[in-house]
């Protein structure tokens, strides 16, 4: 059985587990290697890439959620981007999205400047966090097993639910989907909205 404090999980895995149920649900993904993560699953309308919005991937996507009530919204973004942007945890908490599940890549590192540690590293909750601040279900996954409890939780509970995903420090390669902003607005609503977009 593996040790709570024992990571073995990749992150390239574990975010193809996750988006293999994704269905229609809408994508939002924080900067850098989450992005990437979830590019090497394959590019999609349904996806919103965050290009340099450091802490904003989880109040954007409560903003998704809070429009489109009717359809499941998930944000994926990592340990650092997240620390950045606590006070949305509470912002979501009030206003309670039940379609809204969190994903937060965690490897304990800025890896995106240098693999310098973050604050989990030293001890930080984040699901403890969203937990104290009123979300309806949060846990930390170290484990195969984990993960796959926690899927169908991220897609059909009633929310906000989170998900700490504890990963191996290690780089993946990087797979750049588009990062031309007007065009990923564009295309994204359009997805969204189908010929609504165009009025």
Do not use: C
Not at 47 to 63: R, T
Not at 110 to 115: D, F, L, P, S
Not at 129 to 142: C, P, V
């Amino acid at each position: 059985m593996t040790q709570q404090n024992e990571i073995i999980l990749d992150r390239r895995e574990a975010v193809a587990r996750i988006l293999e149920d994704r269905g229609d649900a809408l994508l939002i993904t924080g900067l850098g290697s989450t992005t990437w993560d979830a590019a090497a699953v394959g590019d999609h309308p349904h996806n919103f890439y965050l290009w340099g919005a450091m802490g904003g991937a989880a109040v954007l996507g409560l903003g998704v959620a809070l429009a489109q009530p009717h359809r499941r919204v998930l944000v994926i973004t990592g340990d650092g981007e997240m620390l950045m942007g606590l006070g949305g945890l509470a912002t979501i908490a009030v206003q309670r999205p039940a379609n809204l599940g969190i994903v937060v890549i965690d490897n304990e590192s800025y890896g995106e400047t240098g693999m310098q540690k973050t604050h989990t590293h030293h001890g930080v909750d984040l699901a403890g966090l969203a937990a104290a601040a009123g979300f309806s279900a949060s846990r930390t996954i170290y484990s195969r097993d984990e993960l796959e409890e926690t899927v169908s939780v991220l897609y059909a509970a009633s929310g906000p639910v989170l998900a700490v995903v504890k990963v191996k420090a290690t780089l993946a390669p990087t797979v750049l989907p588009p990062r031309d902003g007007p065009y990923l607005r564009d295309r994204f609503r359009g997805a969204v909205l189908g010929d609504r977009a165009a009025g």
